[in-house]
């Protein structure tokens, strides 16, 4: 059974750091991983999906690179704003488009 | 397109009660996806369809749980008889077309069951 961890589980950095958020998973077979962001009483809207031939993408400030073989992804967001404050989420696809969630990282920015 | 709609946007019900949770996935999506999410147990996978057929509903809790998708617009999340732990927050999602793989969310339906 997939299982999705995410580490740190909440950071807390000042405006214009750049940070790194982790994501790992428990079975390498997967087609997809996806990286969410959450703000509070909100829906969830999709930042980057990488493929699973794929090793990154990047949109903006934002880089998610994926490593099947040792169960990884990270989400680097660069120059962090307060704007950033929320809660990023990666989910992974297995097969038959099942989507198995990790629990979240917490993230505050600083003015 | 207006996005994944959800309605209603909250839900305050007594035990016992019918809820009934509704979708309207985004036009030429093939997939819809519903998820409860919790603060103890995070977003979990309840079901998901593929061309209004469900593909695996091994998440639904239990048999008070049920998912409809009479057509390509629009999908129902049913709970009968509800319960207290049934309070979260539910989720639509759809993927496809141009996107493919690509999930994206509805804003949610925040079920409270006294």
């Known amino acids: 059974k997939q299982e999705v961890t995410q580490i740190p589980a909440a950071l807390s950095v000042p405006e214009g750091e750049n940070l790194v958020l982790n994501c790992s998973f428990t079975?390498?077979?997967?087609?997809?991983l996806q990286w969410f962001r959450q703000d509070p009483g909100k829906g969830l809207t999709s930042l980057l999906l990488?493929?699973?031939?794929?090793r990154e993408q990047t949109s903006g400030r934002l880089n998610a690179s994926l490593d099947k073989s040792s169960g990884r992804s990270t989400l680097y967001i660069a120059a962090s704003q307060p704007g950033d404050s929320a809660t990023y989420l990666c989910?992974?696809?297995?097969?038959?488009?099942?989507?198995?969630f990790g629990p979240g990282t917490r993230l505050s920015v600083l003015p | 397109d207006a996005g994944v709609i959800q309605s209603p946007r909250h839900e305050v019900t007594e035990m016992g009660q019918e809820v009934t949770l509704r979708c309207k996935p985004i036009?030429?999506?093939?997939?819809l996806f519903w998820y409860r999410q919790t603060m103890m147990r995070g977003l979990e996978l309840l079901i998901y369809f593929n061309n209004n057929v469900p593909i695996d509903d091994s998440g639904m809790p239990e048999d008070r749980f049920s998912a409809k998708m009479p057509n390509a617009s629009f999908s129902n999340l049913k709970i009968q008889p509800s319960e207290p732990r049934d309070s979260a927050v539910y989720f639509c999602?759809?993927?496809?077309?141009?996107?493919?793989?690509?999930?994206?969310f509805g804003p949610g339906t925040r079920l409270t069951v006294l």
């Open positions: 990488i493929q699973s031939s794929q």
């Open positions: 989910a992974v696809e297995g097969n038959g488009q099942n989507f198995v």
């Open positions: 079975d390498s077979a997967i087609y997809n």
């Open positions: 999602a759809s993927s496809g077309g141009s996107s493919y793989n690509e999930q994206f």
């Open positions: 036009s030429g999506h093939d997939y």
